[in-house]
Nanobody, 124 residues
Framework: QVQLVESGGGLVQAGGSLRLSCAAS????????LGWFRQAPGKEREFVAA????????YYADSVRGRFTISRDNAKNTLYLQLNSLKPEDTAVYSC?????????????????WGQGTQVTVSS
């Protein structure tokens, strides 16, 4: 059974940094794309970043490009999201997700497995 477990969220001041982790288990993810999404209170879940498990290709939402970095450790089956220069508008529950295939996907419905999420709160 596929499991995605996020950790690393917390409370940080504007301008600060956090690193989120997503531990993946239950199958080989070599033919998957993994992504990060976030959902702020009262808003729809939105795409943040994605990475193919098999190579170094990554893709970011415009709102986070240059501030956030997605990476992974294949040996540990772990996906990361480094959040720098955080803004209050980055406050949300951040979730990782896995999508079958190598095409980078940005739609919520295009992902097959989801973690439970971790809260990131940025104070001004």
């Amino acid at each position: 059974q596929v499991q995605l477990v996020e950790s690393g969220g917390g409370l940080v001041q504007a301008g600060g940094s956090l690193r989120l982790s997503c531990a993946a288990s239950g199958r080989s993810f070599s033919a998957y794309t993994l992504g990060w999404f976030r959902q702020a209170p009262g808003k729809e879940r939105e795409f943040v970043a994605a990475s193919r498990w098999s190579d170094d290709y990554t893709y970011y939402a415009d709102s986070v490009r240059g501030r956030f970095t997605i990476s992974r450790d294949n040996a540990k089956n772990t996906l990361y999201l480094q959040l720098n220069s955080l803004k209050p508008e980055d406050t949300a529950v951040y979730s990782c997700a896995a999508s079958k295939g190598w095409r980078i996907r940005v739609g919520v419905t295009e992902y097959d497995y989801w973690g439970q999420g971790t809260q990131v709160t940025v104070s001004s």
